[in-house]
């Protein structure tokens, strides 16, 4: 049987919960242990902890200590870290996975593993690898880091007649070039008007009080307009709260539920964006939304730069550094049950997916590994994928760093035991082989293999 490995459930595959081969979930939800050494800025969390009980268990310690976890309370933080992980204070302190200090795993042998008992390259890949290729996290040593007693927020929408399409613009020139304490995000959508436009929401963070914000965004971005009256400050931790959509009213502790409201069903894509996109691009867009699949559809732009440039592409294998001006997130929900829904709903996600490819990163079309998407590719089911068939969706995940990820997988795991969709493979059973003897190779490929270990007896 595979193993799956649950820590927050939230894969945008299901991956932690899900197989189309018999499997058992390892769920970490008892192992939620929070330690907080305050003295040394650090702390110990559990594998099966959320984001939302880490930020919490941090506010009750202190006012100006945080960490750059994700936007989601329920996410949990092993799939986080181990994908990456990133919110509003990324441009500052970069991912969640720049700011680990050690591990625990248990690897294929069933060892207990800290850092430094594991391999060194382990640790690195353990960190933007994606999580489940190379063994069960049980505990993460984070960083904390320094945030402000106050900080501000604002949410300012405009729609195409507010000129939506000239800021989106500007944004494109300035959003990775600001103050680092500034992080500027854009969410597009449908507008509920009379006549069709769309909504261009500039929502914000900043490390700071709304005295210094304003002056910097009259400097930056004047053309927003953005007025005192438009930002709100709060503590940080309130902050969390507010921009995972509880208001600042309800009790710090709804942090701590694991369940959300209002599930509904979505498909989301992800893309970078390395050139400014032409108003063009955009032009052609925006009919896209007023298609009826489009109802619930959003796109968020996530800006790079700052903390994001001065990180190397290898330090660990979250590729995506300087260079990047944003993140896109493709995402279209629905509240309807059933297979002719879906499908209608995954096909309007694929044709703006390519209808985007000319205005993103190309060669590879970069993606982030914790918005999996199964659409770039996928390993065999049951069988072995070579390290060339699985290159067509590492590349696009983890760029030059895929090599050294499926190095690591052969160093620590080289019968592929840790395996699914889009686990890291194996190169030691399989393309070893195939080198000596590539007569083979299209004979084996796509094979369905029973047990990794047939391939040896095969050949
Ligand atoms: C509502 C929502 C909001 C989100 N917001 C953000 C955000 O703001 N920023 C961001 O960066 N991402 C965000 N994400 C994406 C999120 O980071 C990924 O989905 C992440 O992988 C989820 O982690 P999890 O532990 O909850 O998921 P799981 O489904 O439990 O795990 C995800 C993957 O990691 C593996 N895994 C889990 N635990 C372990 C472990 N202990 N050891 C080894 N492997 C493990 C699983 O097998 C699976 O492959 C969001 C997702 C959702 C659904
Ligand atoms: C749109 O931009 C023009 C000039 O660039 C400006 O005069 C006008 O006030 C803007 N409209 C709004 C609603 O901001
Ligand atoms: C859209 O606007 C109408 C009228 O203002 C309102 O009744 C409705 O609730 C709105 N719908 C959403 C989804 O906000
Ligand atoms: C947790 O969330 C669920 C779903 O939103 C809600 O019904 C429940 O009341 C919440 N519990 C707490 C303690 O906030």
């Not at 390259?121 to 040593?141: N, Q, Y």
């Not at 000129?163 to 494109?172: A, Y």
């Amino acid at each position: 049987m595979e193993i799956r490995i649950r820590s927050g459930g939230h894969d945008y595959e299901g991956l932690s919960y899900v197989s189309n081969v018999p499997f058992v979930v390892i769920d970490l939800i008892n192992l939620r242990e929070i330690q907080i050494d305050l003295e040394n800025s650090n702390a110990w969390v559990q594998g099966g902890a959320t984001v939302g009980e880490l930020l919490y268990k941090i506010s009750q310690k202190s006012k100006t200590l945080g960490f750059p976890a994700g936007v989601c309370p329920t996410v949990g933080v092993s799939g986080l870290i181990s994908g990456g992980g990133y919110g509003f204070l990324m441009r500052k302190y970069g991912l969640s996975a720049d700011n680990i200090l050690d591990a625990h795993i248990i690897d294929v042998n069933g060892r207990v593993l800290d850092r430094e008992a594991m391999d060194e390259d382990l640790f690195w890949a353990i960190r933007g690898g994606g999580g489940a290729s190379f063994g069960v996290i049980i505990a993460w040593k984070i960083k904390l880091v320094h945030v402000p007693s106050t900080v501000t927020l604002f949410n300012v929408p405009r729609t195409l007649e507010q000129n939506g399409t000239k800021l989106i613009r500007k944004w494109q020139l300035v959003a990775n070039k600001l103050d680092e304490d500034l992080n500027i995000r854009i969410i597009l959508e449908r507008a509920n008007s009379s006549t069709p436009t769309i909504k261009v929401t500039f929502e914000s963070l900043f490390l700071g009080g709304v005295d210094r914000l304003i002056p910097l965004m009259e400097e930056k971005f004047p053309e927003l307009g953005l007025v005192k009256e438009d930002c709100n400050e709060m503590s940080w931790i309130e902050s969390v709260l507010y921009l995972a959509g509880f208001t600042k009213n309800e009790p710090l502790e709804v942090l701590l539920n694991r369940t959300h409201d209002g599930v509904l069903f979505f498909k989301a894509k992800s893309d970078y964006v390395r050139d400014p996109i032409p108003d063009i691009g955009f032009e052609g867009l925006w009919p896209m939304f007023y298609e009826d699949e489009a109802k619930a559809a959003v796109l968020i732009f996530t800006p790079y730069g700052g903390r994001m440039d001065e990180i190397s592409d290898s330090e660990i294998p979250f590729p995506h550094r300087a260079g990047n001006i944003y993140k896109i997130q493709h995402l279209v929900f629905w509240k309807e049950k059933g297979d002719e829904v879906e499908k209608r709903q995954i096909n309007w996600m694929r044709k703006l997916y390519s209808y985007m490819e000319p205005f993103v990163s190309k060669s590879p079309r970069a993606a982030y590994v914790n918005y999996r998407d199964l659409d770039i590719g996928v390993n065999n089911i049951n069988g072995f994928t070579s390290y060339k068939k699985a290159s067509i969706w590492g590349l696009k995940y983890f760029k030059n760093n895929f090599k050294k990820l499926a190095m690591v997988k052969t160093k620590v795991d080289p019968l592929n035991f840790f395996r699914n969709e889009q686990s890291i493979p194996s190169m030691s059973s399989f393309d070893n082989i195939t080198t000596m003897h590539s007569s083979i190779l299209p004979c084996l490929e796509g094979v369905q293999l029973e047990f990794p270990r047939a391939v040896h007896a095969i050949v």
